[in-house]
């Protein structure tokens, strides 16, 4: 389900290939491999379990080299990650396939070529694709016509690139519901599943739009659409310097990003804002319409996304006046549910091509909805397609696996949203200025809360022998405390959970002692003093604490009582700017515990399976 690179030109391609890889590691993967036509018209392959560095060298132990090839990084969704399940994936040495996605009805397919006498050397759902293309093969005359007679037959969610010995020159391409682009050149044109990954070789891409079927060549190429008939898709040039994925002087990408927060929240204001108004022309040429029609709203999202979206109800009805539900997308798919009259559907992902959240989309198309709005990162991703409308974040390309501009990105994204929402619905004018203004000053309050980084760097040598931790918060903070938590635990693997901190007395407070840091986060706001209440529960159980807290909140450290002051904020944006120090605490305990900060075991950065 991660990276796929392609490449058909007039020189030796491996070395693109492999740097397209690297550029996509971002994603996630457990293996990596690579399939070339050498002259001789012969397919050679080397695939490798681990990073991408070691297909490299098993690259410059044995150089293949062709002019003619596909690559892949696989996160295992079929069969554990080893060599035999890497792709690409080979049928009778003819042809060779990578793929991204699940196919259902493999167990189907495999049965079926079985008793054609296939044999299968791998685990994977990928290996009935290229099996069942090589079994349509023998009966047709190309590579083409076998594929179109293959794509009817697969159930489920695939982006699949395919070359054949035979016609050493062609790589053909299909998607549907995992994303594919082309990238075009001089003698050379290429394809992926992330333009990313190509940026090296070219700055102009097309973009392949749901059950797109393509065709590449060094001098060109072909697209039809799900009805197999020929079309054009608009050929976008990329020239944003923002493409770069250079860690620059940062150890790490994540700390980069983090670090980019006040820049990127500025870029996702610009032009959104005058002096005391939102703008909500930038929201699209249909907003006013949407906007006006809508009476209540259903966010869904999965992940990071789903607590941008948990603060954004509290905001959406605390501050608009306008029932707002939250759903994570897995099983928003998979439950009966009741559909407000005038339901504005919204859908949070930072890459756009999330699974679960895409086709939760799709299938609210047939349940009612009024209409439906997006906030995501990437421009041209199925998501901003398939939505009426989209509000970019402009976050730029995301490298680390665990979010963190993308988050406070969004954040931002849907306080504009709430404000559109409120003047509709009883928020003032002087309520919406007092929000613009603060909205303003984020930039400059972020890079105050960044200001702290090493004080948060002493604070997290108290939990680099910890196991366990709870993360506490109330109202709006309550998800920011579920982030703080989610950040610890993909990063640094120490088993965190949040609550609200008013639940510590119906359980968790049984969890609490002197093994088990506790986490909070105490903006000087109308439960300020409940908030104190639950900590003190905390204190008295022996418990050590982390408090996040306004200068104004009368918190004071002590020998088992740890303050970091936080910029003073009106309550509505309190909860971007207590995100900063949560991702910084994360940050810090993951490297001295030593793990793989920006791409942590077992997980994806852009998980576009169920």
């Not at 020189?11 to 690579?34: F, P």
């Not at 923002?242 to 620059?248: H, L, M, N, R, T």
């Amino acid at each position: 389900m991660c990276g796929i690179v392609g490449a058909a030109a007039r020189r030796e391609v491996s070395a693109i290939l492999i740097e397209g890889l690297r550029r996509l590691e971002y994603r996630g993967y457990d293996s990596a491999g690579l399939a070339v036509i050498n002259s001789q018209s012969e397919i050679g392959c080397h695939k490798r379990l681990g990073k991408v560095e070691m297909l490299a060298e098993a690259q410059s132990d044995n150089p293949l080299q062709g002019s003619t090839g596909i690559a892949h990084t696989r996160w295992a969704t079929h069969g554990q990650p080893s060599e035999k399940n890497a792709h690409p994936h080979l049928s009778d040495n003819q042809i060779a396939l990578v793929h991204n996605g699940i196919i259902e009805n493999h167990v189907k397919l495999r049965e079926f070529l079985q008793s054609k006498g296939y044999q299968f050397e791998s685990q994977t759902d990928t290996e009935t694709i290229v099996h069942l293309i090589h079994f349509h093969l023998t009966t047709e005359k190309d590579l083409k016509t076998a594929v179109k007679k293959t794509i009817p037959e697969l159930e489920g969610a695939f982006g699949l690139a395919v070359i054949n010995k035979n016609e050493p020159e062609k790589i053909f391409c299909a998607r549907s519901g995992s994303p594919l682009v082309l990238g075009l050149g001089l003698g050379e044109n290429f394809l992926a599943s992330d333009q990313l990954a190509l940026r090296q070789v070219t700055d102009r891409f097309v973009y392949l739009e749901e059950g797109d079927f393509a065709e590449i060549t060094p001098d060109s190429y072909n697209i039809w659409d799900k009805d197999f008939q020929a079309v054009e898709r608009e050929v976008v040039k990329l020239t944003e310097a923002a493409e770069s994925a250079d860690k620059g002087e940062y150890r790490h990408y994540m700390l980069k990003e983090i670090y980019e927060q006040p820049k990127v929240i500025r870029n996702t204001l610009q032009g959104r804002l005058s002096s005391n108004r939102i703008l909500e022309q930038a929201f699209g040429t249909e907003a006013e319409k949407i906007l006006d029609q809508t009476k209540a709203v259903q966010i869904v999202a999965c992940g990071t996304s789903y607590h941008s979206g948990m603060v954004a109800k509290y905001w959406i009805e605390g501050l608009a006046g306008v029932p707002c539900r939250v759903e994570v997308a897995s099983e928003f798919r998979y439950r009966k549910f009741v559909v407000q009259d005038n339901t504005l559907l919204v859908t949070i992902s930072q890459s756009g091509e999330t699974a679960d959240t895409l086709a939760a989309l799709r299938l609210a198309k047939n349940l009612g909805y009024t209409s439906s709005m997006t906030i995501c990162n990437v421009a041209q991703s199925s998501l901003v397609r398939e939505s009426d409308l989209a509000l970019m974040t402009e976050a730029g390309p995301e490298i680390g696996v665990a979010s963190t501009k993308a988050f406070t990105t969004q954040l931002v994204a849907l306080m504009l949203l709430t404000i559109a929402l409120g003047r509709r619905h009883g928020l003032g004018d002087d309520q919406e200025e007092s929000i613009v203004e603060a909205m303003h000053a984020l930039p400059e309050l972020l890079e105050q809360a960044l200001a702290s980084d090493e004080a948060i760097f002493k604070m997290s040598e108290s939990f680099a022998d910890k196991h366990h931790s709870l993360f506490l918060g109330r109202g709006a903070m309550w998800p920011i405390a579920m982030e703080g938590a989610l950040k610890l635990k993909e990063i640094s693997y120490i088993h965190a959970e949040s609550y609200p901190a008013g639940e510590l007395k119906h359980g968790p407070l049984a969890l609490v002692d002197a093994d088990m840091p506790v986490v909070a986060v105490a903006p000087n706001d109308q439960l300020l003093e409940k908030l104190k209440s639950n900590l003190e529960e905390v204190q008295a159980r022996g418990g050590e604490l982390f408090v996040f807290a306004d200068k104004a909140s009368g918190f004071s450290s002590s020998e088992t009582v740890h303050v970091i002051n936080v910029p003073h904020v009106i309550d509505a944006i309190a909860p971007i700017i207590y995100t900063i120090p949560l991702q910084l605490l994360s940050y810090h305990v993951a490297v001295l515990k030593g793990t793989d900060v920006d791409q942590p075991r077992n997980l994806a950065k852009s998980v576009t399976v169920e």
